[in-house]
């Protein structure tokens, strides 16, 4: 497939300007200096660039259908390869390399409450660099007025580039989570790529809390007028762990809606997080109404939070368009009022993280995976706010 630049050939000063293409050929060997890398520990992903020594991973289960047409399909399919093209190297091995495609279908009514959830369990093989590194696609569509979920849960150990493409057809609404669990010393990285069309509707969230290195990329193209995106996200990272997600929303219709809200809490010495919202409203976007929040708690010394919003405006007829960014500390007002009412310091400091992310939880919209995650939450902060508490000598 063809490889192109988004707005012609030159440096990409521009987000739009950002090389991409099906061919890993067309990209360099990242050496992280490049813009879109530069957060990235680059070293550990090598055997991830070459499609040729990348297995073709198809470990995929399905728990629950949940009203969605599931099958694995080759690479020719014509459900394949209709999002935007890849715009990394690790995307473009990940996609080249993988021999078939994981298809999920929805195309009517999906069941209601939990038996319309597809659940499926997404395994990545051994990890290591010294193991034979993976790569898988998994395909997503809903058709025109079609409606559904779908929750990935990942598991296990993993060396693995990933690629996930999802395609709404007009007027579908489409919820896709994914949940990163990996082993502790895990690498996965993964591009999500989505095309909207009019007035269709996708709620994508990611959540990280495991692995040693976890990249998300969404890239979202909103091509239908009246088309609604909302970008949930949350990261709890660990003692030397590495969470990174860099997100592009591509408004290139008029009235389209986009909405990205991160979260993250750093845990541990050496815990580092990454995330970088590019936002591009195109001139014939008129009507354009976006935000983007980013939001950090820092629990101990030696973590740390990089956060770049980026927001690039070609037409002055929108509705809105604006980002905030921030990372701190506990409130130590909100500690002292707990601590005031008998609670010790560190259950104090739990019912604050806690409190940091309930509202995003809430938006989720699935009370299962809901309860998992504060579930997740708890059980991590009951393992590490004593430690954080030591550490950070407050």
Known sequence: MATFHQHGDGPAASRALRLASFDPAAFEVPTGREEEWRFTPVAQLSGLFDPSGLVSDAAVTVDQAGGATIAVVPKDHPSVGTTPAPGDKVAAAAWQAAGQAFLVTFDGEAPSGEAGVTRLTARGGPAGQEAAPSAGLIVIEAKPGARGTVVIDHVGPAYRAGTMEIVLGEGADLTVVTLHQWAPDAVHVTSHRARLAKDAHLKHVT??????LVRITPHVALEGPGANLELLGLNLTDTGQHHEAQLFVDHAAPNCTSRATYKGALLGEGAHSVWIGDVLIRGGAHGTDTYELNRNLVLTKGAQA??????????????????ASATGRFDDEQLFYLQSRGIPEAEARSLVVHAFFAELIGRIGQPAVEAKLIELVDAKLAARTGAATTEMGA
């Open 207 to 212: 959540i990280s809390t495991g692995g040693a």
């Open 306 to 323: 990089d956060s770049v919003p980026n927001l690039e405006i070609e037409t002055g007829n929108i509705q809105g368009a604006g980002h």
